[in-house]
């Protein structure tokens, strides 16, 4: 018996502790760096009851590092960005940006060069191939409907029958700043066609309103009895019991939000640290907790229709020319008779 345990002993020993040795993974030098730099600086759009708990969930696994959060708005993180960047100001080592702004952060080169070795689990279209940004999790546009007003047969299930006239006069409720939207329908088909039926879509005279929570909460109430917003909004509702459910019309436009690394990040192994912690399976399962939609392979949203089943057209970072997209809100604007 003495010499089974013995020879189970050095089994184990042998065979399996070189496994996590050889992985290399996390690398034990950058936890030391990071170690040493003992913070790192994380600025975000994402929700801050939801980042708070991403950051103490690192904090957990890495106690010896802090960390200062700053959550804020899309427009107003880049502006703060590019403001103290040229007053010389470099506080962030990572933060999650919209792929519309992704082309600002590259033309003030404000993005450094990380590919984490979490990427290769992170879904092939959602990793840039030159490391400059990972999508960390996405956003796709659905139209909600509450399921008290309109009976699941009538609901629209094409953008074609979104143009039906019954649902002119302020039935449906869109967002006033929701560029990406017309923007994906452009990337996928063509300016001349989609502004075309953004235009009809201005003709049913929907209602435009800032923000997606506030919107899904207005149409439960009965105010409206469609609404296009982000698909993981509704959903958080409609998992509650809420009186709202959705549908994909396709192409779903995709909005990624993407991971980036500053290029001049104060803490730059924390930071890179850090990064491989919110792609890692642990950051990634934490997403379907906020019922986000995750991009690591093997990793469902909940419920998976979330992010399956249709037809979707991702607005990838790197693919969004300024110039191109500047274009796509002032024609969203003029359209939607908002300036």
Same mark, same amino acid.
């Given at each position: 018996?003495?010499?089974?345990?013995?020879?189970?002993?050095?089994?184990?020993?042998?065979?399996? $502790?070189?496994?996590?040795?050889?992985?290399?993974?996390?690398?034990?030098?950058?936890?030391?760096?990071?170690?040493?730099?003992?913070?790192?600086?994380?600025?975000?759009?994402?929700?801050?009851?939801?980042?708070?708990?991403?950051?103490?969930?690192?904090?957990?696994?890495?106690?010896?590092?802090?960390?200062?959060?700053?959550?804020?708005?899309?427009?107003?993180?880049?502006?703060?960005?590019?403001?103290?960047? @040229?007053? !010389?100001?470099?506080?962030?080592?990572?933060?999650?940006?919209?792929?519309?702004?992704?082309?600002?952060?590259?033309?003030?080169?404000?993005?450094? /060069?990380?590919?984490?070795?979490?990427?290769?689990?992170?879904?092939?279209? $959602?990793?840039?191939?030159?490391?400059?940004?990972?999508?960390?999790?996405?956003?796709?546009?659905? $139209? !909600?409907?509450?399921?008290?007003?309109?009976?699941?047969?009538?609901?629209?299930?094409?953008?074609?029958?979104?143009?039906?006239?019954?649902?002119?006069?302020?039935?449906?409720?869109?967002?006033?700043?929701?560029?990406?939207? /017309?923007?994906?329908?452009?990337?996928?088909?063509?300016?001349?066609?989609?502004?075309?039926?953004?235009?009809? /879509?201005?003709?049913?005279?929907?209602?435009?309103?800032? !923000?997606?929570?506030?919107?899904?909460? /207005?149409?439960?109430?009965?105010?409206?009895?469609?609404?296009?917003?982000?698909?993981?909004?509704?959903? @958080?509702?409609?998992?509650?019991?809420?009186?709202?459910?959705?549908?994909?019309?396709?192409?779903?436009?995709?909005?990624?939000?993407?991971?980036?690394?500053?290029?001049?990040?104060?803490?730059?192994?924390?930071?890179?640290?850090?990064?491989?912690?919110? $792609?890692?399976?642990?950051?990634?399962?934490? +997403?379907?907790?906020?019922?986000?939609?995750?991009? @690591?392979? !093997?990793?469902?949203?909940?419920?998976?229709?979330?992010?399956?089943?249709?037809?979707?057209?991702?607005?990838?970072?790197?693919?969004?020319?300024?110039?191109?997209?500047?274009?796509?809100?002032?024609?969203?604007?003029?359209? +939607?008779? +908002? @300036?």
């Amino acid at each position: 018996m003495e010499t089974i345990k013995v020879l189970v002993a050095l089994f184990v020993a042998v065979f399996l $502790l070189p496994v996590v040795s050889w992985s290399g993974y996390p690398d034990p030098k950058l936890i030391e760096a990071a170690k040493k730099e003992g913070t790192i600086s994380y600025w975000t759009t994402m929700s801050l009851p939801q980042s708070k708990q991403v950051v103490d969930a690192f904090h957990k696994k890495y106690p010896f590092i802090k960390t200062e959060l700053y959550r804020t708005g899309g427009d107003a993180m880049l502006n703060k960005i590019l403001t103290e960047h @040229r007053a !010389g100001r470099h506080a962030w080592d990572v933060t999650v940006a919209s792929g519309d702004k992704f082309s600002l952060f590259m033309k003030n080169k404000l993005v450094g /060069l990380y590919r984490s070795p979490e990427a290769k689990n992170i879904v092939t279209d $959602l990793v840039d191939k030159n490391g400059y940004w990972t999508g960390y999790y996405v956003n796709p546009y659905a $139209l !909600g409907y509450n399921t008290q007003m309109v009976k699941k047969e009538d609901v629209p299930k094409t953008y074609e029958e979104l143009l039906d006239p019954k649902w002119k006069g302020g039935k449906i409720s869109i967002d006033n700043t929701a560029y990406t939207f /017309l923007f994906g329908l452009i990337m996928a088909w063509g300016e001349e066609k989609a502004v075309s039926y953004f235009k009809k /879509l201005a003709a049913q005279e929907p209602v435009a309103m800032r !923000g997606n929570t506030n919107r899904v909460q /207005l149409v439960m109430a009965g105010e409206y009895p469609l609404i296009i917003a982000y698909a993981p909004t509704i959903q @958080r509702s409609t998992s509650k019991g809420a009186p709202i459910d959705w549908v994909p019309l396709e192409p779903v436009p995709v909005q990624v939000n993407a991971v980036l690394f500053s290029a001049y990040a104060p803490h730059p192994n924390a930071g890179k640290l850090f990064i491989d912690f919110m $792609l890692s399976e642990q950051g990634q399962k934490q +997403l379907v907790g906020f019922q986000r939609i995750p991009t @690591r392979k !093997g990793i469902d949203p909940n419920p998976v229709r979330l992010f399956k089943g249709y037809k979707r057209i991702v607005e990838k970072p790197h693919e969004i020319n300024a110039k191109d997209f500047s274009r796509a809100v002032k024609l969203y604007q003029k359209i +939607l008779k +908002l @300036r």
